[in-house]
């Protein structure tokens, strides 16, 4: 799938190196086709490094899409140049009017503050409720699938004691639902948090189903009935030293980290980290993008606001 991007975006040189076929603006432009609008609303502080990662996850499917980067405010991003957010990201404000086929809000390291604490909690419920009439289906990943949970639905998550951190097997609950298809009965995938919603809490909530889960990490896939809110507890984006890079990291600022779980050979953080999730994280977004975003999606957006 062409992916549609700015010309000048760095994330086009990384994701061409790597074989993914991404469509500048104006070979897009001689395209007499509706390509689907997707917007991915990033809340990591190193943007650059979180948009090749959810870029790469959209890149195998036949559709094209048209991604709008955006910023949840005007706040200088930790690790990004602001020069970069001027030059690709637009304001959420500045998008509000828009209608999208498909919606990332990304995680954010923001485990450990209350809800209420986040500096832009405001603006991300406003973000929710606008997502609600304005999106066809929205996918929360890590932190944002926490927080959406909260605020539809009420059900806070509890802190771990130590940081969930590592690569771990999951099962699939319900083979199936389209999200799942393809996927092996028994996958991997990557956690990094502290946060943990029970299972059983997610079961509680009407026209929610846990699709995917494991006894050690808990829930990992949850959707609605009318695949309009997906929920991914874990980082099926991550490359593969993303883990290396937070564990080294938490080291030499002197904490006592937890060697992820499952990822080194050996447990060796010396050696090369065993990659055993990419497959099944790029079918998860690819069944996303066609069985709960262009299968369901109207032609025209506009009828979106119409929703109830």
Known sequence: MPIRIPTELPAQSILNSENIFV??????????????????????????????????????????????????????PKNTPESHMKAFYQNFDDVADKQYDGLI????????????????????????????RHVQSTLFSCWAAHAALYHFHGKNRRLRDEKLSGIFAHQVKDEHNELMRGFDPVFHAPHSRYGEISVADYESVEGLSVLASSEKTGA??????????????????????????????????????????????DDDPTQAPL??????????????????????????????????
Do not use: C
């Open 220 to 265: 990992y896939i949850v959707a609605s009935d009318d695949k309009r809110l997906v929920f991914v507890t874990g980082h099926p984006e991550y490359d593969p030293d993303s883990l290396d890079q937070e564990y080294k990291r938490d080291v030499k600022a002197g904490l006592t980290p937890n060697m992820p779980e499952n990822y080194y050979p």
């Open 275 to 308: 990659v055993t999730w990419r497959a099944h994280g790029s079918l998860l977004f690819t069944n996303w993008l066609n069985y709960y975003v262009y299968q369901n999606t109207p032609y025209d957006l506009a009828s979106l606001s119409k929703k109830d």
């Open 23 to 76: 469509m500048d603006t104006d070979r897009a432009a001689m395209q007499d086709i509706r390509p689907l609008e997707v917007g991915i609303l990033n809340l990591m502080p190193n943007k650059m490094e979180t948009e090749v990662q959810f870029l790469r996850l959209l890149s195998n499917t036949p559709l094209q899409i048209n991604v709008d980067l955006i910023r949840i405010d005007n706040q200088a």
């Open 105 to 132: 809000v990304t995680g954010a390291p923001l485990a450990l503050l209350d809800y209420d604490d986040v500096k832009y909690w405001q603006k991300m419920k406003v973000v929710l409720e606008w997502a609600q």
